[in-house]
């Protein structure tokens, strides 16, 4: 049996490449490599897995008898145009929230490949970060543990790791209910010598505390997948309409202007787009 193994068509890295080639003598132990391409590898063997082939990360697809099949990766870094041209670092609910140092999902995924870690086996991040692990063992089945000494970081994994599985007929209609709150967000009550707000306002404009509150309230009582993921699409926004520099990493006030979409409107438009990606997710 011949099968064209095929390359996503942005260049490799160096370690990408040598990834690639260990990953394949892992997951198909038994084939031979024939030829090994810039667009693709064609290998050679009496009987390869298909369930292996697609949990290859450096291949999009392979064609066998003249049939092409994505892989996994291929499916996840497909954009809505079904084109893909460059390497996609936040498919599924990778991009949900910024984090300073997240690993690249395809590396954990490939790692995972090179030790051979299965269903039925255990993976622990012990510096879990915002997630990307967890959620690429989630994507693969896998039980996976994380711990990290930021509360927020743990915030975040968490909520990407179950937004994965939130009901998504639910999940839409809250968000058409969101709409509908937010067109007149709560008043927040502001009472002189109240530290806590006066540190907020100190950073955040009062109609953008308004909205955060009113969305806060709004899904409190949700389910925690539900509640979480726009508590966290959310939060993600609000360095960006804070008064500290966003592209800063030190803190330093803001000289650049806010952005031109009002706070809400990029809510929701993130809300919808994420739960595109994981009903895209929920598919595969
Ligand atoms: C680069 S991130 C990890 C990225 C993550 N492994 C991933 O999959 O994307 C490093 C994390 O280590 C955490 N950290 C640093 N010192 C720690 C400690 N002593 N205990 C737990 N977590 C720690 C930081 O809070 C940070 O979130």
Not at 107 to 130: C, E, K, M, T, W
Not at 161 to 172: G, H, I, P, Y
Not at 207 to 228: G, H
């Amino acid at each position: 049996m011949q099968i064209e193994l095929l390359k996503f068509p942005y260049s490799y890295m160096e370690y990408e490449k040598e990834l690639q080639i260990r990953e394949l003598k892992v997951l198909l132990p038994d084939v031979e490599i024939l030829s090994d391409t810039k667009h693709s590898t064609i290998i050679s063997g009496e009987t390869i897995s298909a369930d292996n082939l697609k949990e290859l990360t450096y291949y999009c697809a392979y064609i066998l008898d003249g049939v092409r099949s994505p892989t996994h990766q291929g499916l996840y870094e497909q954009d809505n145009t079904m084109r893909v041209v460059k390497q996609h670092t936040r498919y599924s609910t990778h991009g949900l929230h910024e984090y300073k140092g997240k690993f690249n999902p395809q590396i954990v995924h490939a790692i995972a490949n090179v030790f051979g870690v299965q269903r039925g086996q255990a993976v622990l991040d012990p510096f879990n970060g915002s997630g990307t692990t967890l959620v690429e063992c989630a994507h693969a089945g896998i039980e996976a543990y994380g711990t990290d000494i930021n509360p927020l970081a743990c915030f975040i994994s968490n909520t990407k790791v179950t937004a994965l599985k939130m009901d998504m007929v639910k999940a839409s209609s809250r968000l058409q209910e969101l709409k509908r709150v937010l067109a007149q967000p709560v008043a927040i009550d502001f009472t002189e010598g109240d530290e806590r707000l006066n540190y907020l306002y100190s950073w955040i404009p009062r109609e953008t505390l308004c909205i955060l509150e009113s969305i806060r309230q709004e899904v409190e009582n949700d389910e925690p997948a539900i509640r979480d993921f726009f508590l966290v699409i959310a939060s993600d926004l609000i360095r960006d309409y804070s008064y500290q520099e966003p592209s800063d990493l030190r803190i330093r006030r803001r000289k650049s202007p806010f952005p031109e979409i009002k706070f809400s409107d990029a809510f929701f438009q993130n809300a919808c787009k994420f739960m595109k990606k994981i009903e895209q997710v929920q598919s595969i």
